[in-house]
């Protein structure tokens, strides 16, 4: 995890990229409300979606079922040249995976087991 470099590790760095590239779905972006942080999104196939960065959710349910940011919210992010990495979910953070893994897994002792006699099983 040290080697983490934007906070996030290697697996989430690769779906952010596999979702960048899915950016171009989107044909117009509208801001709604910047008080808010609400947009609109015309998708290529005339579909629109809302979009709120601050609740961090998108009409598409993406972001909030996989605490990424969908293609639509990533096209409004790059627009405003904001950095991706503030809008992944906390639960994908060095943060939240140091107190994780902050507690090691003691072995158990055994010596009150029965011990197995390796000649006749």
Request: charged share 20%.
């Amino acid at each position: 995890m040290q080697l983490w470099k934007n906070g996030v590790g290697y697996k989430i760095e690769k779906k952010l990229r596999e979702t960048l590239g899915l950016v171009r779905s989107v044909a117009d972006i509208t801001l709604f409300s910047s008080t808010i942080g609400q947009y609109g999104v015309q998708l290529t196939n005339n579909r629109r979606l809302v979009i709120n960065l601050t609740r961090r959710t998108c009409s598409c349910r993406w972001w909030q079922l996989r605490g990424l940011p969908c293609a639509h919210a990533m096209a409004i992010i790059e627009r405003e040249k904001l950095r991706v990495y503030d809008y992944v979910s906390d639960c994908y953070k060095l943060s939240a995976q140091v107190i994780v893994y902050l507690n090691v897994t003691h072995p158990v002792e055994t010596h009150d087991s029965a011990h197995v006699d390796d000649s006749t099983g």
